[in-house]
C-alpha cells in the first residue's frame, strides 16, 4: 500500500512488538534518507497492533490483509500485486 502497511507476523523471543516496529521504522528511515528518495521523517509516530487470539482467524485476517490492494483500486486482480502471497491464504 502506497501510505501503510500491514504485517502478519509471529513474535519470536529475542524483541518484543515495540522493539520491532522501532527497528524497522529507524533501519528504513535512514536508509531512504542515504538515497536521497526523502528528507526527513518517513513514518508517523506510534503503530496500531491487533492480537491475533485464535488460529481460526489467521485465514480471514491475512485475507483482509492481502485484499486491501484491490479494495484500494490499486490492481484489478490480487495476483497483480507483487506482495499478495501469504502461507495463511491456503492453509
Request: hydrophobic share 45%.
Amino acid at each position: 500500500m502506497p501510505d501503510h502497511i500491514h504485517w502478519l507476523l509471529e513474535l519470536g523471543q529475542i524483541k518484543d512488538l515495540c522493539a520491532l516496529i522501532m527497528s524497522v521504522k529507524s533501519y528504513s528511515a535512514r536508509a531512504l534518507n542515504k538515497t536521497g528518495l526523502i528528507s526527513g521523517p518517513l513514518w508517523q509516530p506510534g503503530f496500531y497492533d491487533h492480537a491475533v487470539r485464535h488460529a481460526e482467524d489467521l485465514m480471514a485476517i491475512s485475507r483482509y490483509i492481502v485484499g486491501n490492494p484491490l479494495r484500494a483500486g490499486l490492481v484489478s486482480e490480487i495476483g497483480q500485486y507483487p506482495h499478495w502471497d501469504a502461507v495463511w491464504i491456503t492453509g
